[in-house]
């Protein structure tokens, strides 16, 4: 293949996702220089966090395996958006920026990056499920979208690594007709219920479950940052833009809080987590509601393209249907379409964590890379 | 995107899934010409079935929309493959032949397109599964091979428009560690199955469901052609490629045929089926045993990586397990990975039809697009 001989990256955020993320690269990088036909050098050229900076005036390679002591030794303070988009559009060979950050200011350059030519790869859900007109921007310049300048891919802003990007843009530009997207979209949430209520009985109260959630590392720091149903209609916008439908924000629908309105004032996470407990009898009902239909209660999200309706929330699932079933932290999406008919296109699997976010992030690289010629 | 401006498409096979797809091609010609960023014209400049061919000597486009009657008023005989790689390798714009039969012969030949720098997009199983070394000699030509040739995508050739191999690609590429992969690879044998043995009890005696499967359409015009095992053989020999194993042939590992062996004899369907119901007590049998464990029997796949074990055939599983679970002739994949640990990354939906098998090659055909600047 007719790979570019040198490519830079620039890498920001070195947290879960981007630790993984620099892992993986480092084993891109030597993979791809071996390919006799055409060889490949990767080269990190910059690595930086929100507060510190690893970089030099004159684009050199950064090591793969140290980055950890020389970002911890650097006293350069982080660039802003404006700086990092003219230094890497200066640099005498293509550039990737890899952002493995949720950082919203970051992901209101991306139209900046894009048109000065700069490709994109990130988890960061931001960029595509703020406001309608920043999405317009990003893809009317981006070279996979209207415009001529760097190319984007975001697999990882859904499902983690799982393929439902990909998968719902091909549905898209083959042709088929998406009528219905449905699923559980949260790892946490997915945890939360399949422990609460699982299939055939059991399950401790909803605050024991989500005390448990957050000692297992399954939650935010702060467990409201998950259960105010927000991450999941961020990716509830996403999927519902690339189906077509103008979606104008993540709070343009309705999306269901599972913290209680008495709750909303609490000061701390600890607080709220103390005071759950007081709202263990609501959702003991709604369990008990349930199991007398011989159902299961979820949280999901659904796109409903042909009416345009939007929702996330939770929802009751027969004992025998795919999203009852799911497994420990596990995401479900299901396709509904035109050709796919009664029986949907499912994609299951981890849909939270490091290395599965990472890879997704890396396959997108991989993309960008075969387009980059 | 810098699309090339026109793309020369040679489709052969006019069939189910060759129909379906001059219907897909029509509708993605139509939306690629009007991108105001960089339209992209697809000509159709060759059609053809084994028998009649629809081209000019000039590469004029043919008709989407009036290809049948064309075709059928056709007294062209069909080329041989050498003819019909030079006549494509002359044209002035790049090819990509869509190989839309599961012909031997016309797979033997993928090498020669590839290397006169022709691409190919096919849901033929039989050019990736069948000697090793025609498998060696697509990927050293092919540009996302090793080689300086066309390009070559065959996601239908697994799962229809799934996207198995694109995902188990994309695994393989970002350096996770693929140790399983397991599922019900085969629409037919999904459906006969399913309905032999629902999760549940029922079901009819395994004849009645293999007659009632052909009248239904979901088995070849001779169904022993399903039960051998050798479709779901073909896609094992495929995935376990990918995966890394170098797999002689479809039939260099333990294949189960359903197929008694007093019946390999019968020189029709017809009488093969007729005598099919002589042996419904022996599938009672495990159909009884099975039951006894709380388990259902199904007919699956399945590569073991580490000890390079592929088998094809009957096993049991558990009424909880998702593939027990499957309905009417979905397919499902499971890949079990060191990222994804204990719960797979599992991909499941319609496996077969001509719409859907369509959708994996017209899929194929806009990364090609992408690929040919």
Redesign the interface.
Known sequence: ??LPRQVFIAVIGAGGVGRCFLN?LH??AS?LCQ???APTYLSLILLSTSKKLLHSPDYRSLHLNSWEEELAASTTPALSPPDLADYLANAPNKVVLVDNTSNQTLADAYPLFLKKGISIVTPNKKAFSSSYSLWKSIFSAA??????GGYVFHESSVGA???VI??LK??V????EVRKIEGVFSGTMSFLFNSFMPVGGGGGSFSAEVKKAKELGYTEPDPRDDLNGLDVARKLTILARLAGLEVESPTSFPVQSLIPKELEGCKSGDEFLERLSEFDGKMDELKKEAAAEGKVVRFVGSVDVATKDVKVGLEKFDA?H?IA?L??S?NIISFYTK???S????????GA?G??TA?GV??DL?KVL??L?
Chains 1, 2 share one sequence.
């Open positions: 293949m007719p993986q084993h891109l993979h390919n006799p036909a070279a996979n979208g209207c415009g001529a690594g799982l393929p990909c998968t091909e549905l530009e083959t042709g088929d025998s795919p079933a497994k420990g596990d050709r796919y008919g029986n949907p296109l499912i994609i299951q699997g981890a964590g290395e599965v890879m890396t396959g991989v075969r387009l010629h």
